[in-house]
């Protein structure tokens, strides 16, 4: 089943393509050169930026997927602690990497709240464990919390179970982060922020404008957990 996140960037990938179907070349000087008009990009390199963000978000939904099935032990289910670093790596990576691109499309769609949007993202405890243990376990910059102008991490690796991860900062103090509800969290904004990018680029001059607004008020309509939907139908749930 799709999430969320796929379902908003399917939303974005319709807009994309009936664009092209309908492009006609006699009409233009380039797609590229349209497509800059239409979306209201600031340069056309900022099409690449696009696709890329469509290729990175559905790969990396792919990896959270795998995560959510298999946790860190991975679909063979044999408790070997390389396969456990190497998942956990992963999918810390996976999800950095889909921030990287989800602030990408924030920034060639113009939101006004770039700044706050990635200051968020800094600030979400998945992002932060990324930064402790993924790439910075041995030069993690002090948060002002401690004495050192950089700290180290390492995990506790009896205690590397299914979805708890312990910390030691600096060999003496203990951070714990629960890997699922720290995903979750991360989740939840990004439908968010997908949300407000996707309702910015609608008010641009977008073919079949219409049928693209109800997709995105049905995906909003689940986002918020108002109900579930059959087909077009929505059937909200009573308080």
């Known amino acids: 089943m799709q999430s969320l996140i796929e379902k908003y960037n399917d939303i974005q990938k319709g807009i ?6 309908r492009w006609n070349p006699e009409n233009s000087e380039s797609f590229k050169s349209d497509v800059k008009k239409t979306y209201g990009f600031e340069d056309e390199f900022h099409w690449n930026i696009l696709l890329n963000a469509f290729y990175v978000i559905d790969d990396t939904e ?3 997927e795998s995560y959510r099935k298999f946790d860190l032990q991975g679909p063979s289910r044999v408790k070997e602690s390389g396969e456990f670093y190497l998942r956990l790596y992963g999918i810390l990576n996976a999800i950095y990497l889909q921030c990287q691109a989800i602030i990408n499309l924030v920034e060639i769609y113009k939101l006004s709240n770039k700044k706050e ?3 968020n993202y800094k600030n979400l405890e998945i992002i932060k464990l990324r930064n402790k243990i993924g790439s910075h376990s041995s030069n993690y910059k002090s948060d002002g919390n401690s004495s050192y102008k950089h700290d180290v991490y390492e995990i506790i690796r009896h205690d590397l179970t299914q979805n708890k991860i312990i910390l030691l900062r600096n060999q003496k103090d203990r951070e714990e982060y629960e890997l699922s509800k720290c995903i979750k969290e991360f989740d939840k904004y990004t439908q968010n922020v997908l949300s407000n990018a996707l309702g910015k680029l609608l008010k641009r001059s977008i073919k079949n404008k219409a ?3 109800i997709k995105l008020e049905n995906v909003d309509f689940l986002k918020d957990e ?7 139908i929505k059937i909200g749930f009573t308080k």
């Open 16 to 21: 994309l393509h009936d664009f092209s179907i």
């Open 62 to 64: 792919l990896a959270k």
């Open 117 to 119: 949007i990635q200051n």
């Open 211 to 213: 049928e693209y607004i």
């Open 226 to 232: 108002k109900g579930i939907l059959f087909g077009e």
